[in-house]
């Protein structure tokens, strides 16, 4: 490693310069660094996806009220005395009016007249972190108040934030699968490299070379090759996700692809990876190959 | 100082040497002659362990060559300088910077041994060539400038082949000059080369012992010579 970070460069002028080669070796880390920048951003914006339903939705209910409208009162208050007993319930109060008609509004329009129609009363219950007994909720609910019904979101958060978390590993996947590719594009070109230069190799065990040694200046020109390019491809990533429409409730999940705050430091990390991955993988193939013209 | 205890070399083909056995002195001069194709540069290789014996035991520095790893062997031949035919360059560095190659190679900075580098070109007479690069070289320069570059570490062995193979008789001379300097200089000398009247202009300069490749042996040349 040492031989790596030595100033004076004379290890690493030892290999020719391989002009297309390299340049196609730098365009391969910058268009594997760009692609990688934005599969961090696409997991790391699933994340933030399944984290929000999950919170919002974890920690609400609501209960529905289906009754005949002389009985709807009724029903309601005893709902609320139920749940002010009920252990794990922070707060409850039946919506208003106003409140329903909002709810209404996006698909009957905000003239619409529910006092006279039998929409059902919906109660919003607020859970405590500790969370209440659903299933004992609903057995006391059905024998107490036969039009309630106990809607404890899971059955639209799950898939849910089954759906981000599933996003967020693809993502990951992504990232793994662009590293596994950099480092099977670096060990062809390190292997292509080191047998265009057996004469070479040939002549710096002449001149008392080790194994260590030549293995070292390959790999000291091919992470740094690597690195240049990835860095290339990671700001160019970032800049293109930087142009990306901001996050808007409008827009949904496709606004909120990007970094947000300390996330931007992330993709800073991928010409590093990019690095370390051209050096396992230069230092293993020039291992193979040193054996092989031995 | 280089040993060969019941040496034998086979290729695929069949037996290129058997049974040789053979100490190289320290501060002696070698010739080894023989003809083409007979094995020398094979011989040779065994001498600096580029080539493993196929049977008995060849001991550089006291050290048995099959008991070494490729890198120790590498650092062994740092304690040598070799000298081929072909030169062996790498064509993209500048002839000084070729010559500074053991120096890298070793791991020592090329700038601490700048003074060394300078009287070595000087030596040979090639500082006024120290960019040029090897293709630009003539055959005696390369040859110089080969020796320069096998002197630079100042080894205990020098190990020739052929390094007036490509040269007019002038500068076969002056080479030599330059090998019975360093002989002189108390390094251990070998140099294998087909040229009979090079080893008979040595023997007035030197006292050079031939040795002589014949039926797959290597053997003491005699008074006819």
């Known amino acids: 490693m040492s031989l790596l970070w030595r100033t004076d460069g004379q290890a690493g002028r030892v290999v020719p310069p391989s002009g297309f080669t390299a340049h196609l070796l730098v365009f391969a880390a910058a268009a594997m660094a760009f692609l990688a920048v934005f599969a961090l951003a696409l997991s790391l914006a699933s994340g933030r996806l399944a984290a929000r339903w999950g919170d919002e939705l974890a920690q609400s209910a609501t209960i529905r009220i289906v009754a005949p409208l002389e009985q709807r009162d009724a029903q309601t208050e005893a709902a609320l005395r139920i749940l002010q007993t009920t252990a794990g319930v922070a707060f409850a109060r039946a919506l208003d009016t106003e409140e329903q008609q909002a709810l209404l509004a996006p698909w009957f329009g905000p003239e619409l007249d529910i006092e006279n129609l039998p929409v059902p009363q919906l109660i919003e219950v607020i859970e405590e972190d500790t969370g209440f007994d659903a299933a004992g909720l ?39 699968l662009l590293a596994v590719t950099m480092a099977a594009v670096v060990t062809l ?47 160019l990533g970032m800049v293109a996700v930087l142009l990306l429409p901001p996050a808007s409730d409008a827009g949904g999940f496709l606004t909120g692809l990007g970094f947000q705050g300390l996330e931007w430091a ?9 690095a370390v991955v051209a050096f396992g993988a230069t230092g293993w193939s020039a291992k193979r190959v040193l054996g092989e013209l031995a | 100082m280089i040993e060969l205890e019941n040496v034998a070399y086979s290729y695929s083909g069949g037996a290129l040497f058997s049974d040789i056995s053979l100490r190289l002195a320290p501060g002696s001069f070698h010739f080894l002659t023989g003809p083409s194709g007979a094995g020398k540069t094979t011989f040779l290789k065994l001498c600096y362990g580029a080539l493993l014996p196929t049977a008995g035991q060849v001991t550089i520095f006291d050290k048995d060559l099959a008991a070494l790893t490729r890198d120790d062997i590498a650092i062994l031949r740092r304690r040598m300088g070799v000298v081929h035919q072909d030169c062996q360059f790498l064509d993209h560095l500048t002839l000084s910077e070729n010559l500074a190659l053991p120096l890298i190679a070793s791991d020592r900075a090329a700038e601490d041994a700048q003074q060394d580098l300078e009287d070595l070109m000087a030596w040979v007479d090639l500082t006024h060539r120290a960019d040029a690069l090897p293709p630009e070289l003539s055959g005696g320069e390369r040859q110089r400038a080969a020796l320069a570059r ?15 193979g490509n040269v007019d008789w002038e500068m076969s001379q002056r080479l030599l000059r330059l090998l019975v300097e360093l002989n002189k200089m108390g390094k251990t000398v070998l140099v294998a080369t087909h040229d009979l009247s090079l080893i008979r202009a040595a023997k007035s300069q030197v006292q050079a012992r031939v040795l002589r490749i014949a039926s797959n042996r290597v053997q003491l040349a005699g008074a006819d010579l």
């Open chain 2, 150 to 164: 096998g002197v630079i570490m100042s080894p205990d062995v020098i190990i020739a082949d052929e390094p007036t």
């Open chain 1, 266 to 274: 992330l993709p800073l990390l991928i010409p590093l990876l990019a």
């Open chain 1, 189 to 235: 070109a390190a292997n292509a490299a080191l047998a265009a230069n057996a004469q070479v190799i040939k002549v710096l065990r002449l001149v008392g070379a080790t194994d260590q040694f030549i293995a070292q200046a390959f790999v000291r020109r091919f992470t740094g090759r690597a690195l240049a390019g990835a860095l290339g491809g990671t700001l």
């Open chain 1, 138 to 176: 609903r057995l006391r609910l059905a024998a107490e108040v036969p039009g309630a019904v106990l809607d404890d979101h899971t059955q639209w958060r799950a898939p849910l934030v089954e759906a981000a978390d599933r996003l967020r590993l693809l993502g990951g996947i992504s990232i793994v």
